[in-house]
């Protein structure tokens, strides 16, 4: 099964706060990643967090990680319609070699009604 | 600076053809990492190359499937006699020299390549 898990779809109104979701399974991970993709595009890293940190806070955006439950969230306050995108969640995998191999989950949909 | 940049943006082959797929990372940047995002699934680490050296391709398919980034010139993700299943999109990151300092990895995403079999 998938390393990383994640809801597919979310629909939240104009104004709201938005909340995604992820799981993950790598107890040795160092960061944890959120990456926002909009329609035709690449992928924009939007913030991430050090293992450990419970929590990080960026303008709108509010990580949250429960180490011990191997849960992340993401919080977007304020949501926007320029919010509408895929946003997926990552995690470092060590390798052998030391370098942060990234581990994406499926991706949640996000669609901002107005 | 320009950010990471992927060519062609889209590509079609027919089944047997090859597929060549370029990428030219960040200025400064001399990590190159290929990934596969298949149809609503998450993206999917394929390889990852300095310059003239694979460091990692544990990802990549065994078979008809490779990558370089030479000295000179963009990193090639190279798919001969290409099959229905090798539709998707391929996105190219790249990542500064001392990015793998501490296990953060910071990596630049492209626009990606969608390329479709017929």
């Known amino acids: 099964g998938e390393d990383v898990e994640q809801s597919l779809f979310l629909s939240v109104r104009e104004g709201d706060s938005s909340v995604i979701n992820c799981t993950y399974t790598?107890?040795?991970?160092?960061?944890l990643y959120w990456y926002k993709q909009e329609p035709g595009a690449g992928l924009q890293l939007l913030t991430y967090?050090?293992?450990?940190?419970d929590m990080k806070q960026d303008q709108r955006l509010t990580v949250l990680l429960n180490k011990k439950d191997k849960h992340l969230s993401l919080r977007i306050a304020d949501t926007q319609t320029g919010d509408s995108a895929i946003y997926f969640c990552?995690?470092?995998?060590?390798?052998?070699?030391?370098?942060?191999?990234?581990?994406f989950g499926a991706g949640t949909q996000v669609v901002v009604t107005p | 600076n320009a950010g990471v940049m992927q060519n062609p943006r889209h590509l079609v082959r027919r089944r047997g053809q090859e597929a060549r797929l370029r990428c030219s990372p960040m200025k400064g940047h001399s990590h190159v990492y290929w990934y596969r995002q298949l149809p609503e699934e998450g993206l999917k680490f394929m390889v990852y190359?300095?310059?003239?050296?694979?460091?990692?391709e544990s990802g990549m398919p065994k078979e008809r499937f490779s990558a370089e980034f030479p000295k000179e010139g963009p990193s090639i993700l190279r798919i001969q006699q290409v099959v229905r299943g090798d539709s998707a999109a391929y996105f190219c990151a790249s990542s500064p020299p001392n990015s793998r300092l501490a296990g953060f990895s910071e990596q630049y995403f492209g626009p990606g390549t969608r390329l479709t079999v017929t």
């Open positions: 790598d107890s040795s991970s160092t960061y």
């Open positions: 967090i050090f293992s450990n940190m």
């Open positions: 990552a995690e470092n995998e060590m390798t052998t070699d030391s370098w942060g191999k990234l581990q």
């Open positions: 190359l300095q310059k003239e050296n694979i460091i990692d």
